[in-house]
């Protein structure tokens, strides 16, 4: 079992930067791949940033050069750097660890971006 707390959503405006934390516990950290993904009202659930245990990422094209994704397994936590924001980035952020399918995810953190 993991326990995901997120946390850094909020209000920015566009062109602003937010940093989003998801802090693990319960489980060991180090042996999961991690995701971010997001989802917007009416939409369905995409993946925006994943990086593995060997720390290889990959990222949605709409977020490639603007979003950051990393980990510190010494503090149990996955990072998403976002940059250069846009307004279709506004959506519910969730953490995600072990996959899609059979993962744990987190209960969402907020963020919109808008003037």
């Known amino acids: 079992q993991v326990q995901l707390v997120e946390s850094g959503g909020g209000l920015v405006q566009p062109g602003g930067s937010l940093r989003l934390s998801c802090a693990a516990s319960?489980?060991?950290?180090?042996?999961?791949?991690m995701g971010w993904y997001r989802q917007a009202p009416g939409l369905q659930r995409e993946l925006v940033a994943a990086?593995?245990?060997?720390?290889?990422?990959n990222y949605a094209d709409s977020v490639k050069g603007r979003f950051t994704i990393s980990r510190d397994n010494a503090k149990n936590t996955v990072y998403l750097q976002m940059n250069s924001l846009k307004p279709e980035d506004t959506a519910v952020y969730y953490c995600?660890?072990?996959?899609?399918?059979?993962?744990?995810w987190g209960q969402g953190t907020q963020v919109t971006v808008s003037s």
């Open positions: 995600n660890a072990g996959g899609r399918i059979l993962g744990y």
């Open positions: 319960g489980s060991s950290f180090s042996i999961y791949n």
């Open positions: 990086i593995t245990i060997r720390s290889i990422t």
